[in-house]
């Protein structure tokens, strides 16, 4: 049994409310397409809806025996930049 100080039961009502809005949002899944839209790193040229393998790409690589470099590569303009 849990020995509760007088006035500590305020407490245990405030993290029971807490875990039942916890638990009903779990449960109901509030999906706001507002809040939850997908995220995308940067804006495809001429605002089409694209999705897939575009934007800029970074990769590393060795630029001399002791070094190492990082290339980024811009697909949808094709330059490559170290």
Not at 21 to 44: K, P
Not at 58 to 76: E, P
Request: hydrophobic share 50%.
């Amino acid at each position: 049994m849990v020995s509760v100080p007088a006035g500590g039961q305020t407490v245990w009502w405030l993290l029971t409310v807490l875990l039942a809005v916890i638990a009903t949002v779990l449960i109901m899944r509030w999906d706001d397409a507002h809040l939850l839209e997908s995220a995308y790193g940067q804006a495809v040229p001429g605002g089409a809806e694209q999705l897939g393998a575009r934007g800029i790409y970074a990769f590393t690589g060795q630029l001399t025996s002791k070094s190492y470099g990082l290339f980024m590569m811009d697909v949808d303009r094709g330059t490559v930049w170290c």
